[in-house]
């Protein structure tokens, strides 16, 4: 028993680094983000919203399962840089561009309450998203297929934005 761990642990063990940063990364900035719009967070309860909107409470949990999909998403094609490493820089540029759209955002609709211009930051970022979607595929395809919720809530989140911009 101990040695078929130990062979598991040893086939697994260069992955857990790799997964655990790559899992971080997201994470730490949807964490920031959060932190610096906390105050400003309580103006979503108090502006017209359109149909369809969601309760508050459903934003940090879907942004979690997103911000771990990414994590895992990029993970797979660090692993697999080797493969395609000119795909692989492409991907990673965009999907650092998306983080930082990504963190903007918070920032510039709540904070700021720009709900204009964290719209067009929304298009940005949804334009990263799939180029980061389009490189990814190039090295992995399992991890070009991870990032498509984040597109589909990118979408839902700019027919929010709009939604709010133009009733408020």
Known sequence: MRKKF???WNKI?????PYLAAIAIPM???????ALTKDSMDIYDTLKSPPLAPPAILFPIVWTILYMLMGVSSAMVFIDRELSPDETRKGFVWYGASLVLNFSWSIIFFNLQAS????LVLLALLYTIIKTIIEYYKVKPLAAYLQ???????SFAGYLNAGIWLLN
Not at 13 to 17: A, G, H, R
């Open 13 to 17: 063990k260069p992955y857990i680094l």
């Open 28 to 34: 730490t900035v949807g964490i920031v983000a959060a």
């Open 148 to 154: 498509i919720p984040y597109a589909l809530w990118v």
């Open 6 to 8: 130990s062979a598991f």
């Open 116 to 119: 204009f211009f964290a719209l």
